[in-house]
């Protein structure tokens, strides 16, 4: 793959984002697959009774986001999460477009890590805020130099 990134690649500073407009059809199937069924984003009934006045997505589908920057586009391919802290700022609504950058924070050369800081924003605000612990692909393990 001709614009892969490994670890020798990374520098802090670089960033990559990826955005999309959280559907009717993406809470379902979300809660369809992880079993997350609270009536909070199924139930508009329920949820008009709530602080928040309208069914909301999962947090955990707007931070789903994040693993799709992570795994290709920055770092890419190969990474493996190791760890992710995640705050919770804002609801995410149906039909709000929900961008994920991540950001490297700091380089581990020694194990071929990254800390990343990662955020969630809808219209510039954030929803989500957190950190992420990576391992990176190495040029020279790749190719078996180390």
């Given at each position: ?42 139930n508009?009934?329920?949820?008009a ?10 947090g ?10 992570l ?8 990474t ?49 805020e ?9 040029r ?7």
């Amino acid at each position: 793959m001709a614009d892969e990134i490994f670890f020798e690649d990374l520098a802090v500073g670089q960033k990559a984002s990826f955005g999309k407009t959280i559907t009717e059809a993406d809470i379902v199937l979300f809660a369809a697959v992880t079993g997350d069924t609270n009536p909070m984003h199924l139930n508009a009934e329920y949820a008009a009774g709530t602080i928040f006045k309208e069914r909301i997505a999962h947090g955990m589908l707007a931070a789903g986001l994040i693993t799709k920057v992570l795994g290709t586009q920055l770092p890419g391919p190969g990474t493996i999460y190791l760890s992710q802290t995640l705050k919770s700022r804002a609801p995410v609504r149906i039909g709000q477009t929900v961008t994920a950058t991540v950001e490297v924070a700091a380089l581990h050369p020694d194990r071929h890590r990254a800390t990343l800081r990662t955020v969630c924003t809808v219209s510039g605000e954030a929803v989500l805020e957190g950190e992420a612990y990576v391992s990176v692909p190495s040029r020279h393990s790749r190719h078996g130099h180390d």
